[in-house]
């Protein structure tokens, strides 16, 4: 049996209806799914922690801590990317999907790329 636990940056109040959060760091809320043997077994929201504490890898500790595997992203600075490599959580590119719901839909089908250095951006400027 395989399990996962996806966090996937969301606009409020989260849920697969959601429209997905652009930037992880600085969304509202995530959307948590829990997967089994490729299909959603529960589907729960995390609040964001704010930004000032520990800056950008504040929600990568907070996610980790969390149980989280997986994050599915539309948009990262290098640093925290880096951090949840060093965390063990698996980073997936999920900026062409407008709702939390087609993106995990996009992961458990295998069409997500994971997340590498060609999709970070510079910062907060967004």
Do not use: W
């Amino acid at each position: 049996m395989s399990t996962s636990t996806l966090a996937i940056p969301s606009a409020l109040p989260g849920g697969l209806e959601a429209g997905m959060g652009m930037h992880f760091g600085h969304c509202d809320i995530y959307t948590i799914v829990q997967i089994e043997d490729g299909a959603i077994k529960s589907v729960g929201t995390l609040p964001n922690v704010p930004h000032q504490q520990g800056g950008c890898l504040a929600p990568v500790q907070h996610l980790a801590s969390h149980g989280v595997t997986a994050l599915l992203a539309g948009g990262m600075g290098m640093r925290p990317l880096m951090g949840f490599q060093q965390a063990g959580v698996s980073v997936y590119y999920a900026g062409n999907y407008p709702t939390v719901g087609l993106a995990v839909q996009a992961f458990l089908d295998g069409k997500l790329p994971a997340f590498s250095t060609e999709f970070t951006c510079g910062g907060g400027n967004h």
